[in-house]
């Protein structure tokens, strides 16, 4: 699982620093997660294919999260794109992208669905094989979702070596796999735990910006590998935080403790601030496992 | 006058390119011609104050001209303005604003005023004591207009020395800067020619972007002091240009020949060459005084 910080600023992008979006690699999908103005540009610098991005995850309709959406939309368009695209997001992205096409008498060149979302409880968005996306409701000033990406279990793998000491028939091989037992034509009864090595352990990705402090979010995010919670605002504001529907260094810090989750990504930071290193700080003394997201920086897990 | 360009390629911003905006400073008026997606970034890198563009003229409704018109818009009001803002700009950009600013409940502090264009002739679209601007209709995939941006003749201006020498009193003044001749008490006739300087020669610019060859635009642009027109394509590729509804540099370059303007700038290049200056030598080929837009290059005339 890789992941890739486009933006990680609160508000307005600025020279050096750009609002939310994301790129996450999980089982080879590639998936953009917000998408604020200047997305594109952060795409391109950061050497990422376009051609890869088929699921465009928004989280609520504030400017900061989904501004460069229509000019991506639009670069898709004059790339020649035609493989379909997938925007989830709140109810009314359709209409404003929609409005714009339709205004610039501009039309997509591939098939481009909208997945409008206004339940309140946590829904399924996406699912194949592999990965399967739900929704983590947020509370914010507006409608807003978080969003959990989840790897499934994948079948156990074949001990190649072991089987094939056995002179195991091909036809049993998805058997093993499943974690069945299999009788030799001598009548043993070889053990699936001989057989077959363990799939990897599934990771879970929790992507929670903007949100106020919220306790309810817990049970969706319990034991993941990777939360990743905005913290707009040091303690010293809390009050700010509270009143705009935003969390703290130290509250983010205090979610993923709650939740027990292995690592925290800050980010979602207020421009008010010049130095990113005391969100870090802050967060230290309630949860040991931080790291900052930085534009342009990139997670392996 | 002074021009800035904070973009000048066509179609898609890109890592050191972006779309069309420039900052048109006349008669220290700060005015804001289209608005590509990114331009809030290149006003910060160029160091334009936000609180002094209280006018932005939308040529057409394509995303590289208009996209990041919303971003601009919700910066200002994270800013906290509160002086009015004008947008002048075809029929739907009050739709496509409004939309958003609806579905992310964030109400502007200020008044957005809508000055919206569906005339197919030249209309006035701003006016005071010093400037006055108009459309100029151009032909393009969808309804487009440039903008002609005009200094008002001024008052002539007193020639106080010579004011001095005659005692004249204050009180005729005002009568001198109109152009007036002045008795003395003596009975002598002053010529206003001796009493007066001429007042600066007003100035004009032309912004022509995005249009296919059209000599219909001529008599709106004859004579002006700079023309700024696209040249997205070269000759090589006059049938693309055509066919798009843009223009080569040779046509721009003709336009200007054509059109007796003293000076041309060309812009919105295409993203498929390399080097600009390659428009310029085509350009030189038909008229004399080419400059070329570059991001970030600013003109003093």
Redesign the interface.
């Known amino acids: 699982m890789n992941l890739t910080i486009l933006g990680c600023y609160a508000?307005?992008?600025?020279?050096f620093t750009n609002s939310t979006a994301q790129i996450l690699d999980i089982k080879n999908r590639l998936f953009l997660i917000d998408c604020g103005?200047?997305t594109?540009?952060q795409l391109?610098?950061n050497k990422i294919k376009f051609s890869k991005i088929n699921h465009i995850f928004i989280s609520h309709?504030?400017?900061d999260h989904f501004?460069?959406l229509?000019?991506l939309i639009?670069?898709f368009m004059?790339l020649g794109r035609n493989t379909d695209l997938h925007v989830h997001g709140?109810k009314?992205?359709k209409?404003?992208i929609k409005?714009?096409l339709k205004?610039?008498?501009?039309w997509p060149t591939f098939n481009l669905h909208f997945n409008e979302l206004e339940a309140k409880e946590s829904v399924v968005v996406y699912e194949d094989e592999k990965v399967i996306v739900r929704t983590i409701p947020l509370k914010h000033?507006?409608y807003t979702n978080g969003f959990l990406f989840e790897e499934k279990v994948e079948a156990r793998k074949l001990n190649s070596q072991v089987v094939a000491s056995y002179n195991i028939d091909k036809c049993y091989f998805q058997n093993i796999k499943n974690g069945k037992d299999i009788t030799l034509d001598d009548g043993r009864v070889i053990s699936n735990g001989e057989l077959s090595l363990d799939p990897p352990v599934p990771m879970r990705y929790a992507f929670c910006s903007d949100t106020v402090y919220n306790e309810a979010i817990i049970p969706l995010i319990k034991d993941v590998d990777i939360l990743y919670h905005e913290s707009t605002f040091l303690d010293s504001e809390e009050a700010l935080a509270s009143k705009t529907m935003h969390s703290t260094a130290k509250q983010a810090a205090t979610i993923a403790l709650k939740a027990g989750v292995k690592q925290l990504i800050l980010g979602h930071y207020s421009t008010r601030y010049d130095k990113i290193e005391i969100f870090k700080e802050e967060a230290l003394t309630v949860f040991p496992n931080i790291l900052l997201a930085e534009d342009g920086r990139n997670f392996s897990f």
Chains 1, 2 share one sequence.
């Open positions: 508000a307005t992008p600025r020279t103005e200047g594109q540009v391109r610098k309709l504030h400017g501004f460069g229509i000019g639009s670069t004059l709140p009314g992205i209409e404003i409005l714009q205004l610039s008498n501009s000033r507006i």
